[in-house]
């Protein structure tokens, strides 16, 4: 469990930092693609 919460305090930190850097279309893109990605991911796990 704590690997969990280390993860993600890990990721949040980096995601922060990414989203502070990039420009508006570039972030919409990136967050798009993580959105295809789970739905894709969601609907072969079904």
């Given amino acids: 469990m ?3 919460a280390i993860g ?17 279309k570039v972030l919409s ?3 798009g693609g993580v959105f295809a990605v ?4 969601m609907l072969i796990a079904r």
Avoid: S
């Fill in 2 to 4: 704590e690997y969990v």
């Fill in 8 to 24: 993600t305090l890990i990721g949040g930190r980096f995601a922060a930092r990414f989203a502070n850097r990039v420009n508006e």
């Fill in 29 to 31: 893109k990136v967050v």
């Fill in 38 to 41: 789970l739905a894709v991911t």
